[in-house]
């Protein structure tokens, strides 16, 4: 690995940070992060895990979210600059590993947005044509909107940030409003009528049986995605207050609304009877009625939040991609910015062709419905992961080789608890990322049809970053030797 430690990014956009506007406060920053992070279409995955689930939902805030939540606020309030992860990585390990970085943050969206749209779609169907199309004749039928909806993500992240932050916001108010409804509708019912699982201090106890080792990286999958909002820093009102306090109020809010929502699925629903696409909707007709008009309602807005889950990580995702691009360590065409709105056009463009193709394929050779999202949302979460590897260490080497540079925010424990909070989280993420490339699915550990597209996608998808960033570094070291034999 190389360890080359470059000065600040110098970018066009960095170079001229007054043209980007500041429009992202303290609540938009704090709802940016609960949009992104608070993920309802994993709730299914995470009460799959059964009872048990509320423990590994302790353990894991414990030793994930805490360490990942004082990591990412040091990195975010040191290096207050657009870009965000890139900029932390690049500043660590030099700009092969910041572009490398940076292309894997990128194109998972772009993977993981078919599963979301696709899981979406399913529960579109459930909701309103569920009495004259099933899976295996509406497959196509659902890929098809899915497409659609990529590229109304794609319309929406083109437009001004002060305006696409909206469609974020109340993206944020209706998951936290779902959970609460989920929630406590559910201890209602089970009150009345009685839980649908047994709820003991035994029960509840973290357990490593075949279904939790399948669904454990989930929950590490669900608590990813506070260093988003750096990625638009330079769009941030006051990153260097305003993300600290953002991280403290959505770690809180994040750790209790999972804990409610996935009990609120097991109070309702029998173990054996929750589906990792059908779940959600058969828990609110167990609660407030089959098809009544709160299922309705709740459907409806459970879809627009699955919507904002693309529309919050591709605006971000999308800016870091630019940063790199613009310094030429990504193709520059990714770099290309909508002339009046500043947005990543071309970024938002290019990341709706592949979702569309990933959909193509993925419909194509995956014959079931769960399956078919799992296979997608797994591969997509092995790409995700890894950046992650990157900037957890690089918190640790830019401590070392940054040392006199002004912290506004430093992690608890001094060098000690630097290390054990990155040590926990990169360990957390490597099981997390193995667990996803080997699940074991219960009823088919060997099923092809998820494996084979799966590894297909993982490989494919890491051969061309690999290659495309090996081009950008090749054509960046041409340039730096012809300038010095100029100089």
């Known amino acids: 690995m190389s360890t080359t430690v470059l000065p600040p990014v110098s970018t066009p956009a960095a170079e001229a940070p007054s043209k980007r506007r500041r429009v992202m406060g303290l609540l938009d920053v704090t709802l940016f992060m609960v949009s992104a992070m608070l993920v309802i279409d994993q709730l299914t995955a995470t009460a799959s895990i059964g009872t048990g689930a509320v423990g ?16 990412t606020a040091e990195l975010a309030t040191t290096y207050p600059e657009q870009g965000g992860i890139y900029v932390w990585v690049r500043r660590a390990y030099g700009r092969h590993w910041a572009a490398r970085t940076t292309y894997w943050y990128y194109v998972n969206v772009a993977l993981w947005m078919p599963s979301v749209f696709l899981l979406l779609s399913g529960i579109f169907a459930q909701l309103f044509v569920h009495r004259w199309v099933d899976w295996s004749a509406g497959k196509w039928p659902q890929a098809v ?18 305006i696409g932050k909206w ?11 779902i959970i609460l409804g989920l929630g406590i509708g559910a201890v209602v019912f089970a009150i009345r009528h009685g839980s649908a699982n047994r709820f003991t201090v035994s029960d509840m106890l973290p357990s490593l049986d075949s279904t939790t080792k399948a669904f454990l990286p989930v929950l590490v999958y669900q ?29 809180f809010t994040l750790a209790f609304l999972y804990v409610l929502g996935t009990v609120g699925i097991l109070l309702a629903l029998n173990l054996d009877d929750i589906g990792l696409v059908t779940g959600l909707k058969d828990t609110f007709d167990k ?18 939040t699955y919507f904002t889950n693309m529309t919050t990580w591709s605006m971000g995702a999308n800016r870091s991609a630019v940063e790199a691009a613009q310094a030429g360590e990504l193709p520059a065409v990714l770099g290309r910015e909508h002339p009046v709105h500043r947005t990543p056009a071309m970024a938002f463009v290019i990341m709706g062709a592949v979702a569309t193709l990933v959909v193509l394929f993925a419909a ?30 690089a918190f640790l080497r830019l401590r070392h080789i940054d040392a006199d ?6 992690a608890p424990g001094g060098r000690v608890g630097a290390w054990l909070w990155a040590g926990i989280a990169t360990a957390a993420i490597a099981a997390s990322t193995v667990l996803f490339l080997w699940p074991e699915i219960p009823n088919a550990p060997e099923d092809w049809s998820y494996t084979g597209p799966l590894l297909a996608i993982v490989g494919v998808t890491l051969v061309v ?21 100029d100089a």
């Open 167 to 177: 469609v974020n916001n109340l993206g944020a108010m209706l998951k936290v409003l």
């Open 223 to 251: 608590l990813l995605g506070f260093e988003l909002i750096s990625s638009m820093a330079g769009e941030v009102k006051h990153p260097e207050k305003d993300i600290p306090r953002a991280i403290a109020t959505s770690s």
């Open 145 to 162: 909107l899915a497409i659609a909806l990529v590229w109304l993500v794609v319309l929406i992240g083109v437009q001004r940030l002060d």
């Open 465 to 485: 970053g690999e290659l495309l960033v090996s081009r950008c570094m090749a054509r960046l070291r041409r340039a730096d030797a012809a300038g010095a034999d």
């Open 405 to 410: 540079r002004p912290r506004p925010y430093r």
């Open 56 to 71: 590994w939902w302790i353990a894991v805030i414990v030793v994930f979210l805490i360490p990942s939540a004082f990591i």
């Open 287 to 304: 609660i407030f009625g089959t098809d009544s008009v709160l299922v309705y309602a709740l459907g409806i807005a459970a879809i627009y």
């Open 364 to 393: 194509a050779f995956i014959k079931t419905q769960d399956s078919l999202y799992y296979a997608l949302f797994a591969a997509s979460s092995v790409i995700f992961l890894l950046p992650y590897l990157l900037l957890f260490t």
